[in-house]
């Protein structure tokens, strides 16, 4: 059976954090591990992701969990300007990890 997998934001900035925010009322600050590290994230849906990932002025990490697996860190690359219903969208995953963005 194939797992979902999550997306996780962690603001870099308070404009980012604000913004995030914004966007996902009443979503509480998660404490993860990851490489060893606590990261305090909030979980965002894969949309969400796709437009922050567009704004230039916002910096965040972006996480990602499949099923109940690790979390893992991720780089994500939203390729050309507008958003399209057919446009592929990917995001690459650091340490080989085989964790992709849900197909829409």
Same mark, same amino acid.
């Given at each position: 059976? @194939?797992?979902?997998?999550? &997306? +996780?934001?962690? #603001?870099?900035?308070? /404009?980012?954090?604000?913004?995030?925010? !914004?966007?996902?009322?009443?979503?509480?600050?998660?404490?993860? +591990?990851?490489? !060893?590290?606590?990261?305090?994230?909030?979980?965002?849906? &894969?949309?969400?992701?796709? +437009? +922050?990932? /567009?704004? #230039?002025?916002?910096?965040?990490?972006?996480?990602? /969990?499949? !099923?109940? !697996?690790?979390?893992?860190?991720?780089?994500?690359?939203? /390729?050309? @300007? %507008?958003?399209? %219903?057919? $446009?592929? $969208?990917?995001? $690459?995953?650091?340490?080989?990890?085989?964790?992709? #963005? #849900?197909?829409?």
């Amino acid at each position: 059976m @194939k797992q979902s997998c999550r &997306w +996780f934001i962690e #603001p870099r900035d308070q /404009r980012t954090n604000e913004a995030v925010a !914004g966007e996902l009322p009443g979503e509480e600050v998660q404490e993860l +591990f990851c490489d !060893g590290e606590t990261i305090r994230v909030l979980e965002c849906p &894969w949309k969400l992701v796709e +437009f +922050f990932s /567009r704004v #230039p002025s916002l910096d965040f990490n972006l996480y990602a /969990r499949n !099923g109940n !697996g690790p979390v893992r860190k991720a780089n994500c690359v939203i /390729r050309g @300007k %507008g958003i399209s %219903g057919t $446009h592929r $969208h990917t995001a $690459h995953l650091s340490k080989g990890s085989d964790l992709k #963005p #849900p197909q829409t």
